[in-house]
């Protein structure tokens, strides 16, 4: 299995980027996709996820209202949508999908990561 983003960039304060994930490989299901982020000397946090049966959504509270995340299953891809974009915003942002796979006989259901893709805001 592997997770390509691609989308990141240097931009200035209220512009907008779309960072795009793609899956492939051997796997059954995704389940959710999403996105993380870690700036430098902070935790990998959570930005936002879809769940693939429903579409339903979570986004980090800092990210509400300027952010959005969508799929599209046929092509195994996300989106995320970053519109009035912050400096607080840099950071790496790393794709993940929580997939299932065939494990032999059984069905495995674990998280999978992407290289990760710079965003860096300018104020």
């Known amino acids: 299995v592997q997770l390509v983003e691609s989308g990141g960039g240097l931009v200035q304060a209220g512009d907008s980027l779309r960072l795009s994930c793609v899956a492939s490989g051997s796997f059954i299901r995704i389940n959710y996709m999403g996105w993380y982020r870690q700036a430098p000397g902070s935790q990998r946090e959570l930005v936002a996820r879809i769940r693939s049966t429903n579409n339903s959504t979570n986004y980090a509270d800092s990210v509400k209202g300027r952010f959005t995340i969508s799929g599209d299953s046929a092509k195994n891809t996300a989106y995320l949508q970053m519109n009035t974009l912050k400096p607080e915003d840099t950071a790496v942002y790393y794709c993940?999908?929580?997939?299932?796979?065939?494990?032999?006989?059984?069905?495995?259901?674990?998280?999978?990561w992407g290289r990760g893709t710079q965003v860096t805001v300018s104020s």
């Open positions: 993940y999908a929580d997939l299932t796979t065939m494990d032999d006989t059984e069905r495995v259901r674990d998280d999978y």
